[in-house]
């Protein structure tokens, strides 16, 4: 494979193929989430596009009757609203097919009512419009018991899972409600400019209600975790899984917050810990980074040395000039001198991989690359001089240092003091203030700081205070069930990948995106493998982004409800599943062309349709990259990182699964967030693959040091300190679940201090105390005492016995 992707990127080189130009860099900005308008057309599988003719249809036939020749957009908002509380009564009715009539309706309305509108922009006009008012009305409340009864109509489950094969229309039901539920989260959750003052208190009332346990004692998210296991456990094969996964995606990043919110919790945590504030912006400080070139591959290296023989005078490949080594060259925030020192001719050739000669390239680049765009300079104005992060280090880090040097220079240590330095001589003087003044304590280390005193003082200290946040409520309802729910999300993960091989025993995604007539022409079948392809990128578009959101928000609410999370992460194995996932052409599936733009929502219900032809469908869109791909891949990246910082015996997994050569292909992608977890990725375990591996790869070793944050005495470059620290993973493993463990004894366990609790050793009080029985104890105590007291034989003389 690596000789493959090699190949590839040698003919797509400007070099050796003068039609194309190396891969470009890619303007892809990282968010919550894509646009308004793709994130509602990937709701919408292309089989589907039939039915918004069916809901237009249940609509009209149904609206004559009441508005008398007038058009919804002509009503009053009086008048529309007591049509929705008519259409809201009908929706109570038995009959089974004129509640899904009712259902396809109030589609409709959420849909922005496209049969009265011109373009694209009045359709999203009035499906907001709309969706504020169902919401006002209580539709969303009608739906979720709707869809309560649909997730327990034991019925439909068990025809599902007798059936040979599940197509669109077993799922019909809960197709309309789960895409009325997503358009009115995914609408109330963007915020616009032009909202109204009552709109922007419908959407903070919203997001309580979807956080809060109002909905039959638990949060919304809850409720479509156990639609997620119920589908894995292949009790309910019908259930329309994309709709429910990225319904579920939605709900949690509307209700705990999106990345910005995010940062912006975390700033009011370290205030409220009275932490120093963080040393910059990650989000600004990421998005100012440029992408690099990638490393050399095997052919270019390979013709570097013919060209060496050669004795020509540009003996090195050619590499651009954001290329990984020269990254700095031109950066106006670089020191004078230094950039004195690359425009000397004689220090050209003494580099590891040198670099050809900048002034020379326009005799050898034939025509020359334009120049990279300028960003603005506003952009970069805070950045530091030289590398973009601050450097950090830790309590323990100053620690160790400080226990290396007394045991150099004294021979003996003194614990945890960092503050004496009595014998030590000066030069560890500066080193120990250079690391106190990067000094970085985070809101993790005083949480586990925190624990550690509330279990070993429970009495003096008293109760802890939990603040009940969203994210802290939606941990306390998914506790019990946790592990069912990764596993479950990892299944689905597995199930979409590219990489994966079609089984028998695997779980079947395509039940909401199979037709029920298979394809007969090759038109068809062309436009079906599209949308399946599709299919899959967004389930693992939506599992991604739900992970590292859960992720991200356990892990600022308290550390070890992250740890507890991620240690069910790697025990599901989601380390060698993101590997696998990675191991693949990736630069073919950020580039994927899985998507026909006519057949987009709201495109296809505005416009007319073309003829679709097999050329047009080949041809796919015109954008550079799939933003959806790309997202996902940074996502999992994040992931990964999430999953093995600081965590000694998985960053071996990444050793021991051979995933260098897997990550390095990935820097082939030119983007520059993706780049930047790549190479964290990378500099964790570059101390683990010998020196070979480090010369061979002096580029990669270049980027580390570029992009990626310093920790001071962090070795990562030569792997000098590798005997020291052996391989245990079941022991860290062990002890890290132990701490996890009584944490949630202590601070969840209802029978928490049984040791502490008084007991009544009076007789009399205790047999007078009240039990309670359940309803239909009287009617059977008589059966319940013969079978559990007379039929018991008592062994009287055991009484006399001594004990």
Known sequence: MQADGDVLFWQLSPKNNPSSMESPNLEFEYGDSDMLTAELSEL??????????????????????????????????????????????????????????????????????????????????????????????????????????????????????????????????????????????????????????????????????????????????????????????????????????????????????????????????????????????????????????PPASAMELIEQQQQQKRGRRSRRPLVKQDSLDTYNERDPFKNDDSRDEEDDPEDTDSGIEGEVDPLDRDVIIQPPPPPPPLRPP????????????????????????????????????????????????????????????????????????????????????????????????????????????????LKLLLAAAPTSKAKTDSINILADVLPEEMPITVLQSMKLGIDVNRHKEIIVKAISALLLLLLKHLKLNHIYQFEIVSQHLVFANCIPLILKFFNQNIMSYISAKNSICVLDFP???????????????????????????LFSCINLLRILNKLTKWKHSRTMMLVVFKSAPILKRALKVKQAMMQLYVLKLLKIQTKYLGRQWRKSNMKTMSAIYQKVRHRLNDDWAYGNDIDARPWDFQAEECALRESIEKFNSRRYDKNKNGDFAPVDNCLQSVLGQRVELPEDFHYSYEMWLEREVFSQPIQWEGLLQNP
């Open 378 to 489: 506003t952009e970069r104005v805070n950045f530091p001089k030289g590398l973009p992060w601050a450097p950090k280090v830790r309590e323990k880090d100053i620690e160790h240092f400080l226990e290396t040097s007394r045991n150099k220079f004294i021979g003996f240590t003194l614990g945890n003091d960092t503050e004496t330095l009595v014998g030590l001589p000066r030069p560890i003087h500066e080193s120990v203030k250079t690391l106190k003044q990067h000094k970085y304590v985070s809101v993790s280390e005083i949480q586990i700081k925190r624990e550690e005193d509330l279990l070993q003082c429970p009495l003096s200290l008293g109760e802890e205070e939990v603040e009940e946040t969203p994210a802290e409520i939606l941990y306390v309802g998914m506790l019990p069930s946790l592990s069912q729910y990764v596993i479950a999300l």
């Open 44 to 293: 919408y599988s292309y089989t589907e596009e039939p039915e918004f003719a069916l809901n237009r249809d249940y609509f009209e036939e149904d609206f004559r009757s009441h508005a008398r020749g007038r058009r919804w957009t002509e009503l009053t908002v009086d008048e529309q609203r007591t049509y929705v509380m008519r259409l809201l009564d009908a929706l109570e009715v038995t009959d089974r097919d004129k509640r899904l009539k009712v259902a396809r309706a109030i589609l409709y309305l959420a849909q922005g009512v496209f049969d009265e509108c011109d373009t694209e922009v009045d359709v999203l006009h009035w499906s907001r419009h709309n969706i504020f008012l169902l919401y006002d009305m209580g539709i969303f409340t009608a739906l979720l018991e709707l869809l309560s009864m649909e997730i327990d109509n034991s019925q439909a489950c068990s025809s599902a899972v007798r059936k040979p094969a599940i197509s669109l229309a077993d799922s019909t039901e809960l197709r309309v409600l789960l895409s009325i539920m997503y358009l009115m989260v995914e609408t109330v959750r963007v915020q616009t400019e032009d909202d109204r003052p009552e709109w922007r208190a419908a959407r903070e009332t919203f997001k309580n209600e979807l956080g809060s346990p109002l909905y039959n004692g638990e949060p919304f998210a809850l409720l479509l975790f156990t639609m997620v296991t119920k589908f894995c456990s292949m009790n309910a094969p019908h259930f329309p899984m994309k709709k429910v996964l990225l319904l579920l995606w939605k709900t949690v990043l509307f209700t705990l917050g999106g990345f910005e919110e995010l940062q912006q919790m975390k700033v009011g945590a370290r205030e409220r810990l009275s932490l120093p504030p963080l040393p910059e912006d990650s989000i600004k400080v990421v998005r100012a980074m440029r992408a690099a070139s």
């Open 603 to 629: 495109h296809c219900v505005v416009h007319e349709m073309p003829e679709l032809t097999a050329e047009s469908l080949e041809a796919g869109d015109n954008n550079q990259f799939c933003w959806r791909n």
